[in-house]
């Protein structure tokens, strides 16, 4: 019952600040609050607003862009040319093994290093192989919680480049949290890749 008084109160404090030309509101701490910017507006005290409620109110979100760019910087601080002594690649540390699977047999590792297009190329395939491998995945646990991080598509599709579709489904199904060789758990970057918006990976 409180939350259903909870969404009639934000859906009210929705609809009362779009009516105000003036109006604008905000996320503080977990709340909904009107913001006074002249003397005509309607000034609305604060309320508490529940996780779900706060994914259809915050920030704008980043793009596929930002998204590429943010996982280059965590992956190998977006430089192209490294590889690192366990023999990953690239921006995006990919290994031999799925650069084979992907259709990128006849691009040596030395080419493949040289040439950002390639790499950018070879993520957008992965991206859109693990998206389509992981469907059925995404359309259940999109927008929801596990084990208290927001789990989305462009995290899921995140935690899949760390460390395959198989870990991804056993973190979300049971909580079994796989790592990589350098220690980092699927779930960790379910949760910061969290909220991107991949509607132009096509």
Do not use: C
């Not at 909870?6 to 609809?15: F, G, N, Q, R, V």
């Not at 309320?47 to 992956?75: C, F, N, Q, W």
């Not at 957008?124 to 389509?132: A, E, G, I, P, S």
Request: charged share 25%; proline share 2%; hydrophobic share 35%.
């Amino acid at each position: 019952m409180r939350n259903v008084k909870k969404s009639i109160i934000l859906a009210l404090l929705i609809s009362l600040t779009s009516a105000f030309a003036n109006a604008k509101y905000h996320i503080y701490r977990g709340e909904a609050r009107a913001i006074e910017v002249s003397k005509n507006t309607v000034v609305l005290s604060s309320i508490e607003v529940s996780k779900t409620e706060l994914l259809h109110i915050k920030a704008p979100i980043k793009g596929l862009d930002h998204y590429l760019h943010d996982i280059g910087m965590r992956e190998s601080s977006n430089r192209y040319h490294i590889k690192n002594k366990w023999g990953y690649l690239g921006k995006y540390q990919f290994g031999r093994r799925t650069l084979d699977q992907l259709g990128f047999k006849r691009v040596s590792n030395e080419r493949f290093l040289r040439s950002p297009r390639i790499q950018e190329q070879a993520m957008l395939t992965l991206l859109k192989h693990n998206r389509h491998v992981l469907r059925r995945t995404i359309k259940k646990y999109d927008n929801t919680f596990v084990g208290g991080i927001l789990v989305t598509e462009s995290g899921i599709l995140a935690g899949a480049h760390l460390a395959g579709p198989r870990a991804v489904k056993r973190f979300l199904r049971g909580g079994k949290d796989k790592r990589d060789g350098l220690g980092t758990p699927v779930s960790s970057y379910i949760k910061k890749f969290s909220g991107y918006n991949l509607q132009t990976l096509n």
